[in-house]
T-cell receptor, first 110, second 112 residues
Framework: RKEVEQDPGPFNVPEGATVAFNCTYS??????FFWYRQDCRKEPKLLMS???SGNEDGRFTAQLNRASQYISLLIRDSKLSDSATYLC???????????FGKGTRLSVIA | GAGVSQSPSNKVTEKGKDVELRCDPI?????LYWYRQSLGQGLEFLIY????????KSGLPSDRFSAERTGGSVSTLTIQRTQQEDSAVYLC??????????FGQGTRLTVV
């Protein structure tokens, strides 16, 4: 069974804080990993891909741990505009659809 | 256009009526997905098309739901005899499988 689990939160953090989310996946036959961001009443938007060696995009860092079957997203120097729901996505090998986690809600407070 | 386009953006229908939701994927994308999302909830997978393969319909909640993708491009999701529990935002996404998917803005369906 292909499942993706996330802590729903909410994570309430002050501006400037560093916050990290984890996401676990159940099936080792996984191929690609992504983080999406979804604002209230909007569609999900791709935030970043997650590479085996880890990757960084500005204040955002994504990590993959295949042995433990989890991916993480670290946000440094949180901004009010980072407030959103962050969705973890796993693409499994073969002709299968993307599997979304239910999301982790982040609120950055002034 | 450059992105995924969905129409209509909003649809209000009476219980028992049929509705059709349309999705125009990004040109050249072989994979197309339909999800729905109720208020405050996560994405619920409905159906997945990949090239000429048989679609994965495992997420369709009942036989009132069906979808087709004509010519490997435009897709239509049809809901027959709508019920109030069908009210949700219906999201379409496309991708170059197995790459990241890009979403349309969704169709907000309200069944009254």
């Amino acid at each position: 069974r292909k499942e993706v689990e996330q802590d729903p939160g909410p994570f309430n953090v002050p501006e400037g804080a560093t916050v990290a989310f984890n996401c676990t996946y159940s099936n080792s036959a996984s191929q690609s990993f992504f983080w999406y961001r979804q604002d209230c009443r909007k569609e999900p938007k791709l935030l970043m891909s997650v590479y085996s060696s880890g990757n960084e995009d500005g204040r955002f860092t994504a990590q993959l741990n295949r042995a433990s079957q989890y991916i993480s997203l670290l946000i440094r120097d949180s901004k009010l505009s980072d407030s959103a729901t962050y969705l973890c996505v796993v693409v499994y090998s073969g002709n299968t659809p993307l599997v979304f986690g239910k999301g982790t809600r982040l609120s950055v407070i002034a | 256009g450059a992105g995924v386009s969905q129409s209509p953006s909003n649809k209000v229908t009476e219980k028992g009526k049929d509705v059709e939701l349309r999705c125009d994927p990004i040109s050249g994308h072989t994979a197309l997905y339909w999800y729905r999302q109720s208020l405050g909830q996560g994405l619920e997978f409905l159906i997945y098309f990949q090239g000429n393969s048989a679609p994965d319909k495992s997420g369709l909640p009942s036989d009132r739901f069906s979808a087709e993708r004509t010519g490997g491009s435009v897709s239509t999701l049809t809901i027959q005899r709508t019920q109030q529990e069908d009210s949700a935002v219906y999201l379409c996404a496309s991708s170059l499988n197995p790459a990241a998917a890009f979403f349309g803005q969704g169709t907000r369906l309200t069944v009254v």
